[in-house]
């Protein structure tokens, strides 16, 4: 089974903090993402990786950063984070070919004051 | 440019009765269709697809959608719903334009009554 794992489920900031949020998949993809879900809007794309230390911006990458070391490794960073940034984030793999699935971990949800 | 509209953001069926749930889709070319659903406190998980071939597709717990083309929908139904269905489903597509990403809906809460 595809496993992506996300580092915790829950996380509270302060605004200004900066925020690491480490995502982790075991199935050798090279495609990984990072989504935004937030109630009545769906999953917005922030920031998409197609192999290590390439990256493309998503839909709403403003305020966003990420970082991708290694193939298994993907991190997004709140530089400082705002309390608009207070959400739920999914982490996904995979997606590669047109109808391949893309897995999704847990979540964190983000709460920043 | 490709877009998805989920039509209801709350549904609530009874135990036992049928699940419709709506998927319209914007496309300017073939698209590919996905159906993920979220139990409470977890991610998401692919409950079906469409690529090509048979437009209608049968999916994990029951579920299946059919590819109209015609009516640019791709509806998600159950014959009997279960208290274990409730959950948020979230209608996706993909296409050649942007190869690599899934445009979701907004969503649709799936409340079951006893």
Known sequence: DVKVTQSSRYLVKRTGEKVFLECVQDMDHENMFWYRQDPGLGLRLIYFSYDVKMKEKGDIPEGYSVSREKKERFSLILESASTNQTSMYLCASGGEGLTDTQYFGPGTRLTVL | ?114
């Open chain 2, 1 to 114: 440019a490709q877009s998805v509209t989920q039509l209801g953001s709350h549904v609530s069926v009874s135990e036992g009765a049928l699940v419709l749930l709506r998927c319209n889709y914007s496309s300017s070319v073939p698209p590919y269709l996905f159906w993920y659903v979220q139990y409470p406190n977890q991610g998401l998980q692919l409950l079906l697809k469409y690529t090509t071939g048979a437009t209608l597709v049968k999916g994990i717990n029951g579920f299946e959608a059919e590819f109209k083309k015609s009516e640019t929908s791709f509806h998600l139904t159950k014959p009997s719903a279960h208290m274990s269905d409730a959950a948020e489903y979230f209608c996706a597509v993909r296409g050649l334009a942007s190869s690599y990403k899934l445009i979701f809906g907004s969503g649709t809460r799936l409340l079951v009554r006893p």
